[in-house]
């Protein structure tokens, strides 16, 4: 059974810092096409950053120069690092995990950026 949890969100002022982890099991992170995904209250879910099995990185526009993914294969886990961070950040994030026709999501962490 695949299962991706998410974890690391929390409140944060703006201006500050988190780094969300996505934890993976029942599948192999190397092979899988990476990613967050985040959606704000009465919003539909968007793309925040993409990480591929080549660790070739695409990044929203909004959050570029900001945020930073990465993945540790050997601990089969997928980072976010958050600097930065603006009251429009605020959302719940969500892991996923894609190779087609596979496509797996987290249950989403909570963050919310105060101003």
């Known amino acids: 059974q695949v299962q991706l949890v998410e974890s690391g969100g929390g409140w944060v002022q703006a201006g500050g810092s988190l780094r969300l982890s996505c934890a993976a099991s029942?599948?192999?992170?190397?092979?899988?096409?990476m990613g967050w995904y985040r959606q704000a209250a009465g919003k539909q879910r968007e793309l925040v950053a993409t990480?591929?099995?080549?660790?070739?990185?695409n990044y929203a526009g909004s959050v570029k120069g900001r945020f930073t993914i990465s993945r540790d294969n050997a601990k089969n886990t997928v980072y976010l690092q958050m600097n930065n961070l603006k009251p429009e950040d605020t959302a719940v994030y969500y892991c996923?995990?894609?190779?087609?026709?596979?496509?797996?999501w987290g249950q989403g962490t909570q963050v919310t950026v105060s101003s």
């Open positions: 029942g599948l192999t992170i190397s092979i899988y096409g």
């Open positions: 996923n995990a894609t190779r087609v026709p596979r496509n797996y």
């Open positions: 990480i591929n099995n080549g660790d070739n990185t």
